[in-house]
């Protein structure tokens, strides 16, 4: 059977290509375009910006592949861009069945289905529940006919009705699931070898209130937090290397490295023994869940260090969000640790040579200018390789979004049809006491002023200062993206030749005692 996958960006490197490298690649919906193609179905995969021509890209699919099912994700601020989609489909074959699976139709499930754009949502895991799916609309006349399948929600349109089928367990054994297929993302991305990432495990132990974890825990029996065996993703890097010989860098993908030391350590030792016997090791980064636990022993950091750069882990990014330690205790549940624990194992990380990356959250419900400038001074004291800032945007579902909500912050419905939701995490959406929405943009953009004048050129800390501001405009960005990376690769080709000038010039002296110079050449 003929199926559609479509995935969303807001901002995007080019239409034709939305991606610039493979770290981009979402696993979700990876995983179940895996599984169709492994039962026998023909997947099309499209990467729809708001740019995408709908009608030369879905349409044209539609008029000439005649396909029975389209399967659409999506996170909360997704979420108007598939709907565009999806109603696009049902208007050239009302007979196609449309279903949606993510964090939005998982987290806001009922709001969702009722609305009746979606003939069915996953809510949880779907990897199984899409097989049966496509199984049974590829056996039925008409959708009435559907067997119950466990995760899935029905919109049955004659009767106006809908139908909640039960909630699988959660997957326990993950290795039982195949390696992503990436060569169907190729097409859509401008470099398939950069940084590719693997995802190591699914869940994750702690309850951080703007995550959406805590709400996915809820929604089925069996343990959350899982790990994929090291043996495993050592299988998947080689997959990797296998299809894109070209990579030099992988990215870990997982909430919480660090937070089980033994899975954590295992792998790191099956990295670093898969390295050893690579002419060129492969560099890899990861995320890291820092507690004053583990900083209570000096020894247990440095082990830790020490595990990660026999690795080659050249990148670490730790969650700070907010440099309140009241806002991250109070507000946030993040795991505990200090500010200058924090700014401790930035200094230690220095001396292994690993750069460690900052996650800022900022424009948190209960969040002060005073909390903020808490978050500038620590960030600055521990001068990360680099952050990533984002303005807080409520996911439905959330602990955090029910509490911007029930302060009357925001309306539920503007976070999924407000014009806002097109700069996810660029532009403030919630006016607070003695920290206004205006306030919070300034912020978001002079933060690298704050943050790293006079550790910095001046230079690089306008341009991001500039990037800032253009984040809240994802067309404008898009643009400022391709002219960055079209601007890098002419200056990485032009470094290229400056560094190697004196060895070019001592190959092009061989050449011309082979064959003359060109004056020689030209006089023959």
Same mark, same amino acid.
């Given at each position: 059977?003929?199926?559609?996958?479509?995935?969303?960006?807001?901002?995007?490197?080019?239409?034709?290509?939305?991606?610039?490298?493979?770290?981009?690649?979402?696993?979700?919906?990876?995983?179940?375009?895996?599984?169709?193609?492994?039962?026998?179905?023909?997947?099309?995969?499209?990467?729809?910006?708001?740019?995408? +021509?709908?009608?030369?890209?879905?349409?044209?699919?539609?008029?000439?592949?005649?396909?029975?099912?389209?399967?659409?994700?999506?996170?909360?601020?997704?979420?108007?861009?598939?709907?565009?989609?999806?109603?696009?489909?049902?208007?050239?074959?009302?007979?196609?069945?449309?279903?949606?699976?993510?964090?939005?139709?998982?987290?806001?499930?009922?709001?969702?289905?009722?609305?009746?754009?979606?003939?069915?949502?996953?809510?949880?895991?779907?990897?199984?529940?899409?097989?049966?799916?496509?199984?049974?609309?590829?056996?039925?006349?008409?959708?009435?006919?559907?067997?119950?399948?466990?995760?899935? %929600?029905?919109?049955?349109?004659?009767?106006?009705?809908?139908?909640?089928?039960?909630?699988?367990?959660?997957?326990? +054994?993950?290795?039982?699931?195949?390696?992503?297929?990436?060569?169907? %993302?190729?097409? %859509?991305?401008?470099?398939?070898?950069?940084?590719?990432?693997?995802?190591?495990?699914?869940?994750?132990?702690?309850?951080?209130?703007?995550?959406?974890?805590?709400?996915?825990?809820?929604?089925?029996?069996?343990?959350?937090?899982?790990?994929?065996?090291?043996?495993?993703?050592?299988?998947?890097?080689?997959?990797?290397?296998?299809?894109?010989?070209?990579?030099?860098?992988?990215?870990?993908?997982?909430?919480?490295?660090?937070?089980?030391?033994?899975?954590?350590?295992?792998?790191?030792?099956?990295?670093?023994?898969?390295?050893?016997?690579?002419?060129?090791?492969?560099?890899?980064?990861?995320?890291?869940?820092?507690?004053?636990?583990?900083?209570?022993?000096?020894?247990?950091?440095?082990?830790?260090?020490?595990?990660?750069?026999?690795?080659?882990?050249?990148?670490?990014n730790i969650g700070l969000e907010s440099g309140s330690e009241r806002m991250r205790k109070e507000v946030l549940i993040r795991p505990k640790y200090t500010n200058d624990e924090l700014v401790r194992f930035c200094n230690f990380a220095k001396g292994y040579d690993i750069k460690v990356i900052f996650f800022v959250l900022m424009g948190l419900p209960g969040e002060t200018i005073k909390d903020y400038f808490e978050t500038i001074r620590t960030a600055r004291r521990a001068q990360p390789y680099t952050c990533y800032v984002s303005i807080f945007y409520p996911y439905l579902g959330t602990d955090l979004a029910t509490e911007a909500l029930n302060l009357g912050l925001v309306h539920a419905r503007d976070l999924v049809t407000n014009d806002l939701s097109k700069a996810e995490r660029s532009r403030a959406i919630l006016d607070l006491d003695g920290f206004s929405s205006n306030?919070?943009?300034?912020?978001?953009?002079?933060?690298?002023?704050?943050?790293?004048?006079?550790?910095?050129?001046?230079?690089?800390?306008?341009?991001?200062?500039?990037?800032?501001?253009?984040?809240?405009?994802?067309?404008?960005?898009?643009?400022?993206?391709?002219?960055?990376?079209?601007?890098?690769?002419?200056?990485?080709?032009?470094?290229?030749?400056?560094?190697?000038?004196?060895?070019?010039?001592?190959?092009?002296?061989?050449?011309?005692?082979?064959?003359?110079?060109?004056?020689?050449?030209?006089?023959?």
């Amino acid at each position: 059977m003929n199926i559609g996958c479509v995935y969303t960006v807001d901002t995007y490197y080019q239409v034709d290509k939305p991606f610039s490298s493979a770290t981009e690649i979402p696993f979700g919906i990876s995983i179940i375009i895996t599984v169709l193609e492994q039962h026998g179905h023909n997947v099309e995969l499209f990467v729809i910006t708001p740019e995408t +021509d709908l009608e030369t890209t879905v349409s044209n699919y539609i008029l000439t592949k005649n396909p029975k099912l389209f399967c659409y994700t999506a996170v909360t601020t997704q979420y108007w861009q598939v709907k565009r989609v999806a109603n696009h489909v049902k208007e050239l074959n009302d007979e196609i069945f449309n279903v949606l699976g993510g964090h939005h139709a998982s987290l806001d499930s009922d709001q969702v289905i009722k609305e009746g754009i979606f003939d069915a949502i996953c809510v949880g895991e779907g990897e199984s529940a899409i097989i049966d799916l496509a199984e049974n609309v590829a056996n039925i006349s008409t959708y009435n006919q559907i067997n119950p399948i466990n995760n899935l %929600w029905y919109f049955d349109r004659e009767k106006n009705n809908i139908i909640k089928n039960e909630s699988a367990s959660f997957r326990q +054994d993950l290795d039982d699931l195949p390696y992503i297929n990436r060569n169907i %993302w190729d097409k %859509w991305i401008d470099n398939p070898s950069d940084f590719p990432a693997i995802l190591l495990g699914r869940g994750c132990p702690f309850k951080c209130t703007y995550c959406s974890n805590h709400a996915m825990a809820k929604l089925a029996e069996g343990k959350y937090t899982r790990f994929r065996s090291p043996e495993n993703i050592i299988g998947e890097i080689e997959n990797i290397l296998e299809n894109y010989e070209n990579v030099e860098r992988i990215y870990l993908e997982v909430e919480t490295f660090g937070a089980n030391r033994k899975a954590s350590f295992a792998i790191f030792d099956m990295l670093a023994d898969y390295n050893s016997k690579r002419t060129k090791p492969i560099n890899f980064g990861a995320n890291l869940a820092l507690t004053s636990n583990f900083m209570s022993s000096e020894e247990r950091c440095h082990e830790l260090l020490t595990k990660a750069k026999e690795a080659n882990l050249k990148t670490i990014n730790i969650g700070l969000e907010s440099g309140s330690e009241r806002m991250r205790k109070e507000v946030l549940i993040r795991p505990k640790y200090t500010n200058d624990e924090l700014v401790r194992f930035c200094n230690f990380a220095k001396g292994y040579d690993i750069k460690v990356i900052f996650f800022v959250l900022m424009g948190l419900p209960g969040e002060t200018i005073k909390d903020y400038f808490e978050t500038i001074r620590t960030a600055r004291r521990a001068q990360p390789y680099t952050c990533y800032v984002s303005i807080f945007y409520p996911y439905l579902g959330t602990d955090l979004a029910t509490e911007a909500l029930n302060l009357g912050l925001v309306h539920a419905r503007d976070l999924v049809t407000n014009d806002l939701s097109k700069a996810e995490r660029s532009r403030a959406i919630l006016d607070l006491d003695g920290f206004s929405s205006n306030r919070i943009r300034l912020e978001y953009i002079i933060f690298w002023f704050r943050v790293y004048y006079g550790h910095w050129p001046i230079t690089k800390v306008a341009f991001k200062t500039a990037t800032s501001f253009l984040k809240a405009y994802p067309y404008v960005y898009s643009k400022l993206l391709y002219l960055r990376n079209t601007f890098s690769i002419l200056s990485n080709i032009v470094n290229y030749y400056s560094e190697n000038k004196r060895t070019l010039k001592g190959y092009n002296r061989k050449f011309d005692n082979v064959i003359g110079t060109r004056e020689d050449v030209i006089k023959e």
